[in-house]
């Protein structure tokens, strides 16, 4: 089902399943406490995490704790490439509902889209909990009518504005020490574990 930007927003305030685009893939959204409904739609193992996707860094930072120093560091990283296709999985705080993240949620992805219509819907939505559209194992779909046909539950942005790059973020893990690549994307580690494009 197709909705203008507001009937989206609205829609996923009540809980609704949406879709919109992001710098990368389309995503596949909700509010955090209703993430079930991603991994119902794409058949998606449990012990695969979603992504915590916000508007602007401070809308995230609720969601994760670190001491003093921890902090600094990621969220040095964050101004540097967000907003950007680069994922940070950091040690979440106690605010992440499980859901987002069932069998681990020690943990939680967080991202902010380079695409101002991502970023208007999540400014007013507050931080949802995202993955690409599409079925689980499937290639990411990247027309709002390919994700209309695989997920009818969805409300899909009748406003495509732009694709995205087609390549996923580059997904990074704190692990402690430095940071640790769990997926390749446009973002890459350089060898003192400093992001680089």
């Known amino acids: 089902m197709y909705a203008s930007v507001s009937g989206l927003i609205e829609g996923a305030k009540t809980g609704r399943l949406v879709s919109f685009p992001t710098d990368t893939v389309p995503a596949l959204a909700a509010l955090p406490e209703y993430a079930e409904l991603i991994f119902q739609a794409k058949g998606r193992s449990l012990t695969k995490p979603l992504i915590l996707m916000g508007a602007e860094l401070n809308d995230l930072l609720p969601y994760i704790q670190g001491n003093h120093k921890e902090l600094a560091l990621w969220q040095e990283v964050a101004a540097k490439y967000w907003p950007g296709a680069l994922t940070l999985v950091l040690p979440a705080s106690d605010r992440l509902p499980r859901q987002v993240n069932p069998v681990d949620p020690s943990t939680i992805g967080l991202r ?24 689980s194992g499937a290639e990411p779909l990247s027309t709002p009518d390919q994700i209309a046909d695989q997920f009818p539950q969805a409300l899909v942005l009748d406003e495509f504005l732009s694709y995205g790059s087609g390549l996923p973020s580059t997904v990074v893990k704190w692990d402690g020490q430095g940071w640790k690549v769990l997926r390749q994307g446009g973002v890459q580690l350089g060898a003192a574990g400093d992001c680089k494009t």
């Open 112 to 135: 902010v889209p380079n695409l101002d219509i991502a970023r208007q819907i999540l400014a007013a939505t507050g931080p949802m909990a995202t993955t690409s559209a599409n079925k």
